[in-house]
C-alpha cells in the first residue's frame, strides 16, 4: 500500500477524507476523519507527527545498528555522556513502544485495504507482531543485573541489545513509499553494503 502521508495530514487537519492509492485491491481506498472525537486516544496511521517520530527512532536505530556491532567487537571506553545519551534512546524506544501500542495501522491482509482504528485490534496486532522484538530489545537489562547484583561483560549486554537491529526492516517500508523507487533501491543497496562491510569487520575482532 502507498499512503501519501502529508496528503492526509492535511485533510486530517481540515476534517475532510483522504483517498489513497492502493497498489492491491480493486482500486482507491479512503481513510475517514472521525468527527465525533472516538479516537481522540488513538493516532492515525498518516499521522504526520508519527511520522516524525518514526523518522527519529529510525535515526536511533542506524546509530545501534552501527555502534552495537562496535562495541560487542571492542570494548571501548564507555564515557558518563555517552551512557546517558544511550539511556536516553532506551527511553525513546520505550515510549515509541506505548505509541505503537496506539497508533492505527491499514489492514491489507485480505486485499481490501483497511484503516483499523478499533483499540482491540491495534494491541493485539503489535502484541503478537513487533512487540515480540521490541520489548526485548528495549529491557535494560544491566540494570536488572545491576539490581540482583550480577556482573554482565558488556558484550553480553551488547548481543541481547542486537534484535533492535531488526527495526531496520520499519525503514525499508517507509522507503518504499516514496515515488522514486530508483534512488531509494540505490539507497538500501548502498545501506546494506556498508551494513554487511561494517559486521562483518567486527566480527573478525570478537
Known sequence: IKVAHDDAGRAEEKGQTFIGEAVIG???FTFPVDPTGKYFSLITPESLKKEIWDWIVILFVFYNSFYIPFAIAFEP??????AVFDYFVDICFAIDIFLSFNTGYVDASDFKPERVMDAGRIRSNYFWGW???DF???FPFELFFLMLGIKVDL???GLLKMP???RLSKLMKKLNKFKNADLVQLFVIFFGLVFIVHLTGCLMFI
Request: net charge negative.
Open 26 to 28: 480493486d482500486g482507491p
Open 77 to 82: 571506553d564507555y564515557p558518563m555522556g555517552q
Open 131 to 133: 512487540f515480540m522484538i
Open 136 to 138: 526485548p530489545a528495549t
Open 155 to 157: 558484550q553480553v549486554l
Open 164 to 166: 533492535r537491529l531488526l
